[in-house]
């Protein structure tokens, strides 16, 4: 990869349609222009549903002389393959007398297309360039990484209600998440941890009562004694490919 063109070197200007980011192929530098920042998400990892959806990542950087333009693409594996890479929707413009500039780029992320399918989910990186006033140029193919998982959604239902003190209470629910190549919520894969929590009547915060692993469908079932009035919910901690998230409570009347 060349960011830095013999048109550049010959007249010292960088035309704007640089702001297309070219492909990567290992990390260049030109001068002293440096990337000293990238933030993806607020920090946040990147959870994507079966809808598009947007995300701002922050690039810094630096160079004496100024600045002149920033941009980034992120990407999954190799940022050759299009199903995924994700280039921002417009790159960075400086001034000369941004000597350190901060630029927000904002990405449009397609589940379907890029990312393709939910084998992309888990670690992604960051390629970013940035270009001085003076024509230094810098290019990193992994100047950050962040976290890009796939949606997930609990249900829950605790019947009979009400229940008698003391009583068998079976708790159920279902936890699914999102099928990037399908547009659709499919059912988790078996075997995976999921908590049965309990809020009192009155009470704040949930405890958890017991785990439970998800079946074949992505169900779930488990027993409880009835012993007071309150709130039954599942919480599902996450993996690196799949977001945390917790069901609605459902709330057990205790007579």
Not at 29 to 57: C, H, K, L, M, Y
Not at 70 to 99: E, F, K, M, Q, W
Not at 133 to 152: H, I, L, P, W, Y
Not at 174 to 196: R, Y
Request: aromatic fraction near 6%.
């Amino acid at each position: 990869m060349r960011i830095y063109s013999a048109a550049v070197a010959a007249c010292g200007v960088i035309a704007l349609s640089a702001l297309a980011v070219p492909a990567a192929q290992a990390d260049e530098q030109f001068g002293d222009t440096e990337i000293t920042g990238v933030v993806v998400n607020e920090g946040n990892p990147v959870v994507v549903g079966t809808s598009a959806r947007t995300v701002s990542v922050n690039v810094t950087a630096t160079d004496p002389a100024g600045l002149e333009q920033i941009n980034a693409t992120l990407y999954h594996g190799s940022i050759n393959a299009p199903d995924s890479r994700v280039r921002s929707t417009g790159g960075c413009v400086l001034t000369a007398a941004d000597t350190t500039g901060t630029c927000t780029l904002t990405f449009t992320i397609t589940p379907g297309t890029a990312p393709a399918t939910g084998s992309l989910a888990g670690a992604w990186n960051v390629q970013a360039f940035a270009i001085g006033a003076d024509s230094d140029a810098v290019s990193r193919d992994t100047a950050g990484t962040f976290t890009m998982q796939r949606e997930t959604r609990l249900t829950v239902d605790a019947p009979p209600e009400p229940v008698k003190w003391g009583k068998t209470l079976t708790v159920k629910g279902g936890v699914q998440q999102a099928d990037w190549a399908t547009g659709t919520f499919a059912a988790a894969a078996a075997d995976q941890p999921v908590a049965l929590q309990f809020r009192p009547k009155g009470c704040a915060t949930y405890t958890t009562v017991k785990t439970v692993k998800t079946a074949a469908d992505g169900a779930l079932s488990t027993t409880v004694r009835a012993y007071a009035d309150g709130d039954y919910r599942w919480s599902y901690a996450g993996t690196d490919a799949t977001a945390a998230a917790v069901s609605e409570g459902d709330f057990v009347d205790v007579r």
